[in-house]
């Protein structure tokens, strides 16, 4: 739990530190899709959703829900994190203003909700 804990404050950090370069989602997705800083988009988005994956074992291995449950047959790509990412702002325009790991955390709950 302690552990727990502690990679959630490091997220927290990171959704701090990260509104320094991306102000909000939708400047982010803004930005990924016109293709400018194209490599360093796709490691922001890299670097986020491997926390999140880390996240997800370190839960499992402590036997609680993960984050989110994506199929195990689906792996995905920067491309498609940041579709996902864009789809949930078309339906929830005002997540926008939101970080961008933050919202793509809520993106990644509504498109893989975990099975109760």
């Not at 016109?34 to 922001?44: A, N």
Request: with cysteine; aromatic share 10%; proline share 7%.
């Amino acid at each position: 739990m302690r552990m727990l804990i502690g990679v959630m404050g490091l997220l927290l950090l990171c959704a701090r530190a990260e509104a320094n370069e991306f102000s909000n989602a939708q400047e982010f997705v803004a930005r990924y899709q016109q293709g400018g800083d194209l490599l360093l988009l796709q490691l922001y988005v890299k670097g986020i959703t491997d926390g999140f994956g880390f996240s997800n074992g370190l839960l499992a291995n402590n036997g609680q829900k993960p984050l989110f449950c994506p199929p195990q047959s689906l792996p995905l790509v920067d491309a498609q994190y940041v579709a996902i990412l864009a789809n949930f702002l078309k339906r929830i325009p005002s997540a926008g203003s939101q970080p961008p790991g933050a919202v793509l955390l809520f993106a990644l709950q509504d498109q893989f909700p975990c099975a109760k």
